[in-house]
């Protein structure tokens, strides 16, 4: 059994609205071979909701804050743990997540500016799976690896 984000098997929980379905994580839910996970929406944020990307205050600590500049870092990080506490629970040491979100960005995120613009880092939710040993691979790497 492995986690995935949910908006990847067509769940419509992006902040948009809308899904990042992709035919081949749908199989892996309808085979009963993944369980879905949102971290935005097990933290209480509703969907759709603004925007939101991973920046750093003034001091210097990462926070995640909505394009219209709200801090919802509790939010983010109580996804965070919900999802940890599923995963845990399920006994899944291995997620499939979608990349550059500031919940489950793997290796890439959005740099704060809402411009695009892509920079080095975690997401709140992969930094915690990385913390407690649960293995993360992005869509996009888990796709190429079905070419090998």
């Known amino acids: 059994m492995i986690g995935i984000s949910s908006c990847l098997c067509g769940i419509n929980c992006k902040y948009n609205g809308?899904?990042?379905?992709?035919?081949?994580?749908?199989?892996?839910?309808?085979?009963?071979?993944?369980?879905?996970?949102?971290?935005?929406?097990?933290?209480?944020?509703t969907t759709p909701r603004v925007p939101a990307e991973i920046k750093k205050d003034f001091k210097g600590n990462l926070q995640v804050v909505t394009k219209n500049n709200i801090n919802v870092t509790k939010e983010y990080e109580l996804g965070a743990k919900r999802a940890l506490d599923?995963?845990?629970?399920l006994g899944i040491t291995k997620v499939i997540l979608r990349r550059r979100s500031p919940s489950c960005g793997y290796g890439e995120i959005y740099d704060g500016t809402f411009t695009g613009t892509v920079?080095?880092?975690?997401g709140v939710t992969v930094d915690l799976f990385l913390k407690n040993g649960i293995e993360v691979i992005t869509d996009d790497d888990y796709?190429?690896?079905?070419?090998k």
């Open 18 to 45: 809308k899904s990042n379905l992709n035919p081949i994580f749908l199989e892996l839910l309808n085979k009963g071979l993944a369980v879905p996970i949102c971290p935005e929406q097990l933290g209480g944020l």
């Open 119 to 122: 920079i080095e880092g975690n």
């Open 86 to 89: 599923v995963l845990k629970a």
């Open 143 to 147: 796709i190429k690896s079905l070419d």
